[in-house]
């Protein structure tokens, strides 16, 4: 492939995903050309990312070594497909999680790309194998599922087609990782991906304690932000068992097994998350935080200046 292919990336959908991976793309020196088939949908897309590229310049968190107004001037917004493609050597999929638009939308995709440009799809949780059946070359496809907002939050999950090749996992890994994103790569295709497997995990057992009366909502999301969240933001499970025995895991499994093994046993079947039970836990959650849009933006907004310090805490601590 010839240099100015190699720069060039497309953003498939305008959205909150598709305008977060546009920034992290641009990050990078890249020329990205963000696609929505309506036109003002596009336009604002360029607008928003502006906004944003300006807010983590005056916090300090701009990434790359590039300009904002330097950022900006590789952004183009298009609404003709085979514009927004042209010149590609990668295409990331960001429309809303049907399984039947992302179909459609990587079957058109192909008719404009040539065999080596990589098609990646930002799902989160539908199967590799179901979301590219209508590609004719799969070899080339993939899903890049990042956690949101991926300028903050870095994990990327690479999920292979079964029938991928392996030069595209390694060379989607090498452009996450120019990126200054952390990828991780799953060996096969599995429901739910890793991420969200071990998120529903935490979901559902949290769930069950509040709906059984052990806790309250407000307690259970302090035993992550201030008890498990605080180690888990800078080393995970199984280094954190590794640590927490004097020998490290083996050490561990041979103190905490049975005690693990019971607790486990005692966890209950998948809840419904519906009903009554529903009902009481949304009331329960919207007295702390009500689910009008002037208090959710506010908290999200919250969230997000959380995010970006910790960002910065992370960069800071890996030099």
């Not at 950022?71 to 514009?83: F, K, M, T």
């Not at 509040?210 to 969240?229: A, C, F, K, W």
Request: proline share 4%; glycine share 6%.
């Amino acid at each position: 492939m010839n240099t100015s292919k190699e720069k060039i990336i497309s953003v498939i959908g305008s959205g909150l995903i598709g305008r977060s991976w546009a920034m992290v793309f641009l990050s990078g020196g890249f020329r990205v050309k963000i696609y929505d088939s309506q036109p003002e949908q596009a336009a604002s897309a360029v607008q928003e990312v502006r906004k944003q590229l300006k807010e983590v310049e005056q916090a300090q968190i701009l990434r790359g070594i590039l300009s904002v107004e330097d950022q900006l001037a590789l952004l183009s917004s298009h609404h003709d497909l085979s514009q927004a493609l042209e010149g590609a050597f990668f295409v990331q999929e960001c429309v809303f999680e049907d399984l039947e638009t992302k179909q459609s939308v990587f079957q058109a995709v192909e008719g404009h790309v040539g065999e080596a440009v990589v098609l990646s799809s930002s799902t989160s949780c539908l199967l590799p194998s179901n979301v590219f059946s209508r590609v004719q070359n799969r070899k080339r496809c993939i899903v890049s599922h990042p956690v949101n907002p991926p300028y903050y939050v870095r994990l990327v999950e690479l999920v292979p087609h079964p029938e991928t090749e392996a030069e595209v996992m390694d060379s989607t890994h090498a452009l996450m990782t120019r990126l200054g994103q952390a990828p991780v790569q799953l060996r096969k295709e599995i429901d739910g991906f890793a991420l969200n497997r071990v998120q529903y995990a935490i979901i559902a057992e949290s769930w069950r304690l509040v709906s059984e009366g052990v806790i309250s909502v407000q307690d259970i999301d302090l035993v992550m932000s201030e008890g498990l969240g605080m180690r888990y933001a800078f080393i995970g499970p199984m280094e954190t068992i590794h640590l927490n025995a004097p020998e490290g895991l083996e050490d561990y499994l041979r103190r905490y097994r049975e005690g693990m093994k019971r607790v486990l046993s005692s966890f209950g079947p998948v809840p419904e998350f519906s009903g009554e039970e529903a009902k009481s836990i949304n009331q329960e959650m919207c007295d702390l935080i009500p689910n009008d849009q002037h208090h959710l933006s506010a908290r999200r907004e919250r969230r997000d200046n959380f995010l970006m310090g910790l960002a910065k805490l992370k960069k800071i601590s890996e030099h």
